[in-house]
């Protein structure tokens, strides 16, 4: 019964900001991790980033360490990701994912996805 819905995805351009939420309900997520995926057409899905629910530890895929800042605020069951200095290769539709905190666990819950479009 969990439910991950994300939103704030729209057209922006090359160097801007957006930020994206992910409300999640259904359940505590304490024990668990949440991450953010991205998929463009015709490329497989891929890691943007995560962060546990409890303890905030956060990681990054490699081509937004700098420019892209997870986080979560426990009261609102939120995770947010704030996307800077947008390219247009961040064009992708943005996902919200949620696993169990531990070592290999696989992402078990997915949000519908968020369209996010960077143009110049």
């Known amino acids: 019964q969990v439910q991950l819905v994300e939103s704030g995805g729209t057209l922006v351009q090359a160097g801007g900001s957006l930020r994206l939420s992910c409300a999640a309900s259904g359940r505590t997520f304490s024990s668990y991790t949440m991450g953010w995926f991205r998929q463009a057409p015709g490329k497989e899905r891929e890691f943007v980033a995560a962060?546990?629910?409890?303890?905030?530890?956060?990681y990054y895929a490699d081509s937004v360490k700098g420019r892209f800042t997870i986080s979560r605020d426990n009261a609102k069951n939120t995770v947010y990701l704030q996307m800077n200095s947008l390219k247009l290769e961040d064009t992708a539709v943005y996902y919200c994912?949620?696993?169990?905190?531990?070592?290999?666990?696989?992402?078990?819950?997915w949000g519908q996805g968020t369209q996010v479009t960077v143009s110049s």
């Open positions: 994912a949620a696993k169990t905190l531990a070592v290999g666990a696989q992402y078990d819950y």
């Open positions: 962060i546990s629910w409890s303890l905030g530890r956060t």
